[in-house]
């Protein structure tokens, strides 16, 4: 039998799945009826997004199991890269 991860990544090539990351940082910010998450995890320099319509419980300190791909924002006319959470598990 198949995990959710396998389904989503035979369906979508460019998604990667990672187990067992450590959040270092766990930022939640209102942005309109969203609440926008950014994660820093161990060992990357790039931020990990996804948006829910609530506030959650703060990650900081926990393992997680994610499935993301990359994406490029573009800021006051800069472009930085970030990781477009899909879905988000703790370990």
Do not use: C
Request: aromatic share 8%.
């Amino acid at each position: 039998m198949k995990t959710e991860p396998d389904k989503l990544l035979k369906r979508h090539q460019q998604l990667t799945h990672s187990e067992g990351l450590k959040v270092i940082s766990h930022v939640q910010r209102e942005e309109g009826e969203w609440v926008r998450h950014t994660l820093m995890l161990q060992g990357y320099e790039v931020p990990f997004v996804y948006r829910r319509k609530q506030k959650y419980q703060s990650l900081q300190g926990a393992s997680v199991n994610l499935t993301y791909y990359p994406v490029e924002e573009t800021i006051a006319g800069m472009a930085f890269e970030q990781m477009k959470v899909v879905r988000i598990k703790r370990a």
